[in-house]
């Protein structure tokens, strides 16, 4: 297929499509499908060979955020049945940091439900990242709390964090209509921050939430525009007691087309598949890995992922190994950016004043709630009556059971009792 010919070509020289040939991605056939994902995967290995990043979640406080993301079991209003406690404390949360490090993982995230950091939330994260550290001093932090103030990212960067994560999620287009206390422009304005301070940006996306296959291009041209290192791309699970409970958009062919069209996109940079890929990609999850080089271990934030051995059981028989912590994630060239861009950046010790917090006092629209490091998770709505993304995907039938049942509110790990599932 020319098509696929040039988007080769191009992803093994690092360009970058146009954005017609990312729309065409998505407008293939299934029957094109597999020569879609060999062509996306012989992109994947030239930048990443058979390496998989493993990263992990730990929910530092989870539930009861004062933003309405309309995706999000978090949200205000969400009648979710999900884990709600406050901050976790350090020796806590690093205990939940330690089993995904131990299972493997590379990098840990550190999430809380909100709008954004005050000084003492930032604070506590400092603490907790001392922690985590002093057990593992080579484990990559990223830290996702939601819109930061001016000198917050500094201070994160200065009590070692690697990265940031903030997701933009759909286009500027579409954005109005999932969120109204919050907007497009404060999550760039987030995602510039951090990056300024010098940390790794992370910012993704959501797919399934109704929009359009421009929307979908839309976004990941504008990742790609703002530097993001790497792209978590969550598919939405529609739970219970949110206003998107009956958007049930996606199919495991539609998930590898998006995945695909990211990584042509995106072709030096780390693709993550984030919260719902049980629930879509389901037993094709191993053909996402040829596309991804990355993956979260075990359970999300507030729902519960397939065991963490089965994780690792799947990229060996997959034929892939598990990224060591020596091992560098982005190509040199890459690498080499982001030390310039963390070399130029203020470089100097982030202030301990900081900055006054909004006026709420809470955290607001952090990955845990925005849907930054993966969609929160809760109980999910058996489809009624499911709805196609521009005409080329079949409606989901309504006696579809294994989506219902492939999807469970977190009960263990991090605010629980009960071992995490790494």
């Known amino acids: 297929m020319d098509l696929l010919d040039t988007l080769t070509a191009k992803g093994l020289r690092g360009e970058v499509p146009t954005r017609e040939e990312a729309l065409a991605v998505l407008a293939t056939t299934d029957d094109e499908l597999l020569d879609v994902v060999a062509a996306a995967g012989k992109v994947r290995r030239r930048w990443f060979g058979r390496r998989v990043k493993l990263n992990y979640l730990v929910n530092l406080k989870s539930g009861l955020c004062p933003e309405d993301c309309s995706y999000c079991s978090q949200r205000l209003g969400s009648k979710a049945e999900i884990l709600k406690y406050t901050w976790l404390k350090p020796e806590q949360a690093a205990d939940a940091a330690r089993a995904g490090v131990a299972g493997g993982a590379k990098r840990v995230c550190l999430v809380a439900s909100g709008r954004g950091p005050t000084d003492r939330d930032i604070d506590r994260v400092t603490d907790t990242m001392a922690a985590i550290k002093d057990a593992d001093p ?28 903030h997701n933009l999620n759909t286009s500027e287009n579409t954005y109005g209509s999932i969120t109204k206390t919050h ?3 404060d999550r760039v304005d987030t995602v510039q921050k951090a990056h300024g301070a010098g940390l790794s940006a992370c910012s993704g996306l959501i797919a399934g939430m109704g929009e359009s296959d421009e929307d979908l291009v839309d ?8 530097g993001s290192d790497s792209v978590p791309v969550n598919f939405l699970i529609p739970f219970e007691g949110t206003p998107l409970a009956k958007e049930w958009n996606l ?9 695909a069209m990211v990584r042509f996109v995106n072709p030096d940079t780390e693709v993550r598949i984030a919260g719902g890929r049980e629930v879509h990609l389901r037993s094709m999850q191993p053909l996402g890995l040829h596309i991804a080089n990355s993956i979260f271990l075990g359970d999300y934030l507030t729902s519960e992922g397939q065991a963490g051995q089965t994780d690792l059981d799947m990229i060996k028989d997959a034929g892939f190994e598990v990224e060591g912590a020596g091992e ?12 310039a861009v963390a070399a130029s950046s203020c470089g100097t010790t982030a202030s301990s004043c900081g900055t006054a917090a909004s006026s709420s006092g809470t955290a607001a629209s952090a990955c845990g709630s925005g849907g930054g490091c993966g969609p929160c998770g809760g109980h999910a709505h058996t489809p009624a009556e499911a709805t196609t993304a521009e005409g080329t995907e079949a409606a989901v039938s309504q006696d579809d059971e294994l989506r219902s049942d492939l999807v469970k509110v977190r009960r263990r790990g991090a605010g629980t009792e009960l071992a995490p599932n790494a």
């Not at 199919?251 to 995945?259: D, E, K, V």
Request: charged share 25%; glycine share 4%; with cysteine.
């Open 251 to 259: 199919t495991p062919q539609r998930c590898l087309r998006i995945l």
């Open 183 to 185: 907007t497009y422009a």
């Open 328 to 339: 560098a994630t982005l190509p040199r060239h890459r690498a080499d950016v982001a030390e």
């Open 219 to 226: 976004v990941v041209f504008a990742l790609r525009e703002l």
């Open 138 to 165: 080579e484990v990559e932090i990223c830290v996702c709390l939601g819109l930061l103030s001016d000198n917050q990212a500094e201070r994160l960067k200065a009590a070692g964090a690697d990265a940031y994560n």
